[in-house]
């Protein structure tokens, strides 16, 4: 955990149950200001009751958790002030235009007509919805209703954003604007705490991945550090010579394969791995043409943590 910055986020030991049904088992979460941390884990992991449980829609049954500062149980009102939500699906009204939905949240914020306006202007500019502003968004695409949504969000100058399942029904077009659109906001210094079952989502997007499997976090750590929780990872050589390939394998405790002129090495992929791999070759006075490295990618990580086939993104 990067503990240079302070914590946006944090929660203690989290339980929440519905009668005999314990859906969060202890959880802990740790999130420094201006970093994006992704939760995931299958439909009933628990994911949305955290995300409730942190956005004071709903009580813990054990446990604390603080969200700027603020403690989400005690001080709830001083929470919501400083957070937006977007859900699963797109909240914008569908009678009203889009500008509308935005002065809408202007005023719920308590903002004040002159600062409404300059605030729904500004948005609409900045999410290329000025053109659609005066339109119903039923005549929206996904990935603009989408846009309208998260500007919404944005009417209360929120530092801390919770994304839950945000891209769930966009095309691959506009998954990657709603990407764009959360680095942007993580630039200009704002919190986002994501949801998703998009496995690549995460990977492109998240500074720390938890995973919520059962109730209980199973695993967290970078991208990079979840993929060396698996087995399987290696590095592969082609070397320049057939004579050399049967040695340098024995000595890596590799396989090779003399026609294809290839040897393939366990390995984490760690720089400590590759450093030794490439001392060996080294001193062994092997040449070797290419080198590629080979890890598990985050569905192989879901699949063993969680025992589910992670969801996957349609066109």
Known sequence: MNNSKPLAIQARDLTKSYGDNAVLGGVDIEVPEGTIFSLLG?????????????????????????????????????????????????????????????????????????????????????????????????????????????????????????????????????????????RELVKAGTTIFLTTQYLEEADELADKIAVLNGGKIVAEGTPEQLKRLVPGGHVNLRLARADQVARIAQVLAGNGDTDQLTVQIPSDGSVDSLRKILDTIDREGVQVDELTVHTPDLDDVFLSLTGHVPAQATA
């Open 42 to 182: 299958p439909n009933g992991a628990g994911k949305t009751t955290t995300v409730n449980i942190l956005t004071t829609l709903i009580p813990a049954n054990g446990g604390e958790a603080f969200v700027n500062g603020a403690n989400v149980a005690h001080d709830a009102d001083a929470v919501r002030k400083s957070i937006g939500v977007t859900g699963q699906f797109a909240a914008v009204d569908g009678l009203l235009t889009g500008r509308e939905n935005l002065h809408l949240m202007g005023r719920l914020h308590h903002l004040g007509k002159r600062e409404t306006k300059r605030r729904t202007e500004e948005l609409l500019e900045r999410f290329d919805l000025v053109e659609a502003a005066k339109r119903a968004p039923a005549t929206y695409s996904g990935g603009m209703k989408r846009r309208l949504d998260i500007a919404m969000c944005l009417m209360g100058d929120p530092k801390v954003i919770f994304l839950d399942e945000p891209t769930t029904g966009l095309d691959p077009s506009g998954r990657r604007v709603v990407w764009s659109i959360v």
